[in-house]
């Protein structure tokens, strides 16, 4: 009888081992994983060039990767951490100056984010101390908070415009979150804490004071100079359709513009009121539709049918006071739901992932295992990363997140602190 041909070799480049629970939130089977997460007790996994080639207990690792045909292996003891996809942060305004902790406190004293906004406040207070500091201030600002969110666990941040207002601040935002997403890309191979950056562009955040009796020429600045000169600065084009902000048709025509050029849509809709947004965002096929707070079940179902990815912003209602949009409604109409931070000085001042998770589970009906996938693999699709990022997949890139935990269900139970040990992404 004839003997099978023996397995070819796997090539790896690393090996990670004594991993308490992997827990993959994998969209496919994994032999001897359990669970909706896909969860693997005393695991181990191989990388070859940053891409996960194989996946399996630790025992398993043992014959195949650290055998004579296998010399130059890195291999990296997990040393029992668990270990999760890195989240992916698919909604933050990190490149700010200046703080609004003033309007925190008017808000708890009555004041709502419509009158501030009236008043001037809000986010033109931040567009008036952004455009005040200097680029080298504003990145290192920027970079700190990058690394902050990286050290709760987050390999993968969208980053957007809209604290410029004008084309050389705008402009100014663009290439900084470009110098953060080269800065972490050009890291040494000896830093394995890089962090993803992908790049939005936002001049439709509010209608900046200098064009307040000049509403059609800012958007005539915005649709025919702005999105054609930032063609490959951003891979994503934002509005934030609202009636204190831009309404549904000026964000139809930014946004068809963006599309025509290459852009994919994101949209900030329904947020304080029922503006269309969510309506529009099915409309044009943006990837996602962030806030939702006041959209309707028919324009949620229109958002489904279209393939629009929810995202879902806690800390805003936390920040807000405001009631939280629910999370259980959106799954039980079928949506892929995502969470974000939208981290930002004036509505949601958090770096963190580990608290959206925590506020989502407490306040917006979701169970631990929608929440771990909203911010991770759901925070892809958000992103239009789903093939690369997300997930423990063989094929995907090793971007991963290590707990200080006995098992991952205390994550979201033990609140309050950091329990990320740290990020690792292998190249």
Known sequence: MQAEPAQPPIRASAVIRNIRQLVTVAQRPIEGARGALQVLDN?????????????????????????????????????????TPGFVDSHTHLVFAGQRAEEFH?????????????????????????R????????????????LMRDHGTTTVEIKSGYGLDRINEETCLRLINNLKALEEGAPSAVP?????????????????????????????????????????ARFCD?????????????????????????????????????????????????????????????????????????LLPGCSYTLR????????LLDLGLTVALATDCNPGTSYCESMQMMIGLAMAAMGMSLEEALTAATINGAKALALDEEIGSIEIGK????????????????YHFGVNLVQSTLTLL
């Open 43 to 83: 695991a181990a996994l191989a990388v070859y060039h940053g891409r996960i080639v194989w996946i399996g207990t630790d025992d398993e690792a043992e014959p195949l990767f650290l055998s004579t045909r296998q010399d130059g292996v890195t291999i990296v003891d997990a040393q029992r951490a668990v270990i």
């Open 132 to 147: 005040k500091a200097d680029a080298e201030t504003l990145l290192a600002l920027a970079q700190r908070r990058l690394h």
């Open 239 to 311: 509005v934030f359709c609202e009636t204190e902000a831009f309404t549904v048709e000026e964000c139809r025509r930014i946004l068809s513009r963006a599309k025509e050029l290459g852009y994919r849509l994101k949209i900030h809709a329904d947020q304080l009121s029922p503006s269309g947004g969510t309506r529009l965002a099915a409309e044009l096929g943006a990837t996602s539709a962030d806030h939702l707070d006041h959209a309707s079940d028919e324009d949620l179902k229109a958002l489904r049918d279209a393939g629009v990815v929810a995202t």
């Open 193 to 233: 804490q890089r962090v993803r950056v992908v790049p939005t562009f936002l001049a439709a955040h509010v209608l900046p004071w200098e064009y307040r009796e000049r509403r059609a020429d800012y958007l005539d600045l915005v649709v025919e100079e702005l999105l054609p000169s930032f063609v490959g600065l």
């Open 106 to 130: 008017l808000r708890r004293a009555g004041v709502s984010y419509a009158e501030l906004l009236a008043q001037g406040k809000g986010i033109l207070t931040t567009v008036e101390a952004t």
């Open 397 to 412: 890139r090793c971007e991963l997140a290590l707990w200080q935990l006995e098992d991952y269900r205390e994550i979201g």
């Open 322 to 329: 405001s009631s939280y949009p629910s999370a259980r409604r």
